[in-house]
């Protein structure tokens, strides 16, 4: 598997153009709606945890970062009362929070376009994969995706970086060409972390990311339509 000899700026990364011969695809923020669940299930994280419930406003930055991260940096949590708060947020979010998610209009017509142009796709996710496979099975787009990449159960790869690293390294096992990879994310971590590994990002708009966020990105997005014409699906 082929990625950069060092640590590319964004910045520095070429304007991603098709035909490409792998595609990764961001989760929340990118194919679905998933802030009314991961909210509500952090607002029940803290009242167990007998912590007081952050604004909505506070909650909507845990939306994407790695879960681990933003306990310690956003809400102050030591090592131990963080293992308890995952805990907590995973099993109600298992039960339910998963499913409190919608796709964004377009977003699984293209999915299904991108699996049935036969260009390898990959999730990459900073949400543990168990999670992640069920809320697509949920819209039933799942088995579009070549392989699932996400977070491992334990969070020792949780970082977006990381996570990519893994998608390429699956992907790159199946035999799939890495010449011309290309990362869709809505958030900086998405940048950033593809960047590390030499893949450009599509920063779409429609999702958690701010402008300042998307300003190393290599293109934006504005909407799906957008959005498929990069990805040469027109």
């Known amino acids: 598997?082929?990625?950069a000899a060092s640590t590319p700026l964004p910045a520095d990364l070429p304007e991603p153009l098709p035909p490409f011969s792998a595609i990764l695809l961001d989760l929340d923020g990118t194919i679905l709606d998933s802030a009314p669940g991961i909210t509500a299930t952090l607002a029940h994280t803290f009242r167990e945890l007998g912590m007081p419930v952050p604004p909505h406003e506070s909650l909507m930055r845990w939306v994407g970062p790695p879960i681990m991260e933003s306990f310690a940096l956003l809400a102050g949590l030591d090592a131990p009362t963080s293992e308890r708060a995952l805990q907590i947020y995973r099993e109600k979010y298992l039960d339910d929070g998963a499913y409190d998610s919608t796709l964004y209009?377009?977003?699984g017509v293209?999915?299904?376009r991108i699996a049935a142009a036969g260009i390898p796709l990959s999730l990459a996710t900073s949400k543990p994969e168990v999670p992640?496979?069920?809320?697509?099975e949920h819209v039933t787009l799942a088995t579009c995706f070549t392989v699932i990449t996400g977070a491992s159960a334990d969070e020792t790869r949780s970082a977006k970086a990381d996570v990519v690293?893994?998608?390429l390294r699956r992907l790159d096992g199946l035999g799939v060409d890495l010449s011309n990879v290309v990362m869709v994310g809505d958030r900086?971590?998405?940048?950033?972390?593809?960047a590390l590994h030499g893949v450009p990002t599509?920063?779409?708009?429609w999702g958690y990311g701010t402008p300042a966020e998307h300003a190393h990105a290599a293109a934006i997005a504005r909407t799906v339509d957008d959005l498929t014409g990069m990805l040469g699906l027109e």
């Not at 992640?132 to 697509?136: N, S």
């Not at 900086?188 to 593809?194: L, M, N, P, S, Y």
Request: aromatic letters at 0%; zero cysteines; glycine letters at 8%.
């Open 1 to 3: 598997m082929t990625t």
């Open 165 to 167: 690293e893994e998608a």
């Open 132 to 136: 992640a496979t069920l809320m697509l």
């Open 188 to 194: 900086i971590h998405d940048i950033e972390g593809a």
């Open 110 to 112: 293209l999915v299904q």
């Open 105 to 107: 209009d377009g977003m």
């Open 202 to 205: 599509i920063a779409v708009e």
